[in-house]
């Protein structure tokens, strides 16, 4: 199985910066994509950032210039700094992973979801 440990939200003032961190455990072969998406309240869950196991990066309109996804494959673990935050961006942030296991299972799995609300 993969577990997902998700960390770093808050509450922040517009115009400020968070870092949220995404730490997958277990018996993993290796990840492949990694991904944040957000959910607001009463919207849909939209994907915000993905990074393939190349370092590839793609974004959503919306946070393309405020935005970084990256990750570091030794750790197992995806990052998204957030920076000049609107509200709204406030949202729950949810990583999401897809892993293939030693087992040769494969996994597409998410996180708890970590809150993030921006306001004065």
């Known amino acids: 199985q993969v577990q997902l440990a998700e960390s770093g939200g808050g509450l922040v003032q517009p115009g400020g910066s968070l870092r949220l961190s995404c730490a997958a455990s277990g018996r993993i072969l290796s990840i492949m994509s990694m991904a944040w998406h957000r959910q607001a309240a009463g919207k849909e869950r939209e994907l915000v950032a993905s990074?393939?196991?190349?370092?590839?990066?793609t974004y959503s309109d919306s946070v393309k210039d405020r935005f970084t996804i990256s990750r570091d494959n030794a750790k197992k673990t995806v990052y998204l700094q957030l920076n000049s935050l609107k509200p709204e961006d406030t949202a729950v942030y949810y990583c999401n992973v897809e892993a293939i296991m030693i087992s040769r299972s494969q996994y597409n799995v998410w996180g708890q979801g970590t809150q993030v609300t921006v306001s004065s």
């Open positions: 990074i393939t196991s190349g370092g590839s990066t």
